[in-house]
């Protein structure tokens, strides 16, 4: 038997009913726009040792389909995918433009942010936090959707535009952008110019890098004649490395020195720092205090602009940092090149002998965006193996008003920032692949 429902009844469900929604709201669908498509990217971790390439490039690849764009996985090095994404112009026979950005992340320790650095989180006040952020999945997304955005407002590009997101940056790039700039596939595409990613800055001007310093590691070994702790004699092993690292450390000085007079800026002088040294005869859970080792080696991380003549630094560490005749040998690895393949060094003309320069700076200006004086960039991106194939090659992340945490805990973008950066690109993108001009 039952009761018709009153009032009653009626109410009590329905209090019942909201408790309940209380409890376990109805699953809402995830709003799909800029910002989320920009988090569910931060949300595939493809921080080494164990990047997921395959679930990145799928997650570019639906975006690409999603936006109208040809795509091809290219595969350089087994499991290191790059995808290429074709937006063909109207003229194919006009040098093409760019748009590169790097999969791969370095790691994060989750236990020093305040957010799981693969969680994406935004904050009330729009910060999303991610390892990413910053390096350099924001350029990513924002590439995407300004043309996406370009493509919906009925804009057909003059020269083609290609977008890349290769693999290995954060490693060296050497199963990355190295063999991608040196491919059948690369000379095919005929480049003309490349946006590569650049630095976030704290005040209100868009930071662009013209240059990249050229990392080489420098282990520089010593071997000598042991002997007792006690006794005093001449050309130990010890003795000789460290006339080597008094004579860089005095060579160290004077380039830094010119930085904290303000003549130059860090990326613009020779780094060397020494990164470690190793000797000694192990005893116990210590070394043996009363023993001449014979043997010593020590480890250096030089970064050198494209501004000297490599060939200066390489016979300074022959003749003077390592020589033969201290009984010192060394090796000297160049993680890229100095040089491009004509010889000239490594840098982009940022003025009117530039044709692309002109234009992307007017683009920027165009959408409200301030250059800062163009830079060199004091560590090393993908964008040298651009530029040593002699293709002008800018790298260039608009973050303004950001402080720089790529590399470090708690990495975040502000959600406003990265909205703007896709206007920015609009403007980018539209002028760069409708002007005539800019064979290479
Ligand atoms: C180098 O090694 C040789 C052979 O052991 C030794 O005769 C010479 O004195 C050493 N020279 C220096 C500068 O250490
Ligand atoms: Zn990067």
């Given at each position: ?50 990047p997921d390439y395959y679930a990145a490039v799928s997650y570019l690849k639906a975006q690409a ?73 924001c350029i990513a997304i924002q590439y995407l959707e300004a043309i996406r955005n370009l493509k ?33 596939e690369f000379k095919d595409l005929k480049v003309g110019f490349v946006l590569d990613e650049g ?242």
């Amino acid at each position: 038997m039952s009761n018709p429902p009153n009032s009653f009844t009626f109410f009590f469900t329905l209090t019942l009913l909201l408790i309940a929604n209380r409890a376990h709201p109805p699953e809402q669908p995830e709003p799909d726009t800029p910002v989320t498509r920009f988090q569910n990217y931060l949300r595939i971790s493809t921080a080494h040792p164990s990047p997921d390439y395959y679930a990145a490039v799928s997650y570019l690849k639906a975006q690409a389909e999603s936006i109208g764009l040809h795509s091809r996985t290219l595969h350089f090095a087994p499991d290191k995918p790059l995808l290429l994404l074709t937006w063909p112009g109207s003229d194919p026979t006009l040098p093409s433009l760019l748009l590169n950005s790097h999969l791969d992340s370095v790691p994060a320790e989750p236990s020093k942010w305040a957010h799981p650095p693969f969680s994406a989180h935004r904050t009330p006040e729009g910060h999303i936090f991610a390892r990413g952020a910053q390096d350099d999945k924001c350029i990513a997304i924002q590439y995407l959707e300004a043309i996406r955005n370009l493509k919906a407002a009925g804009f057909n590009p003059i020269r083609t535009v290609h977008v890349s997101f290769v693999p290995e940056e954060e490693i060296g790039g050497l199963d990355g952008a190295a063999k991608f700039a040196v491919s059948d596939e690369f000379k095919d595409l005929k480049v003309g110019f490349v946006l590569d990613e650049g630095q976030a800055n704290p005040g209100d001007e868009i930071r662009v890098f013209y240059a990249d310093r050229t990392p080489w590691n420098l282990i520089v070994k010593a071997k000598g004649m042991p002997g007792h702790g006690s006794r005093m004699f001449d050309n130990s092993a010890m003795e000789n490395l460290m006339k080597s690292v008094e004579l860089m450390a005095r060579f160290r000085e004077a380039q830094f020195d010119e930085v904290k007079a303000g003549n130059a800026a860090n990326s613009e002088v020779i780094s060397v720092n020494p990164v470690y040294f190793k000797s000694g005869i192990v005893s116990g859970d210590g070394y043996a205090m009363n023993m001449q080792p014979s043997e010593a080696e020590a480890g250096f991380d030089i970064r050198i602009p494209p501004t000297v003549d490599p060939e200066l630094v390489r016979k300074r560490i022959a003749e003077e940092w390592a020589p033969e005749a201290r009984n010192l040998t060394y090796k000297l690895i160049e993680k890229g090149p100095t040089r491009d393949y004509t010889g000239r060094p490594l840098m982009t003309q940022t003025d009117d002998s530039n044709p692309w320069w002109s234009i992307f700076k007017q683009a920027v200006a165009a959408a409200g965006g301030k250059l800062a004086k163009p830079e060199i960039l004091a560590s090393t991106t993908d964008a040298r193996f651009m530029r040593q194939q002699g293709i002008p090659t800018l790298g260039f992340s608009p973050m303004t008003n950001t402080p720089i945490l790529l590399h470090d805990h708690n990495e975040f973008l502000k959600d406003t920032i990265f909205l703007k950066g896709i206007k920015v690109y609009e403007s980018i993108i539209s002028a760069l692949s409708s002007f005539e001009g800019g064979s290479r």
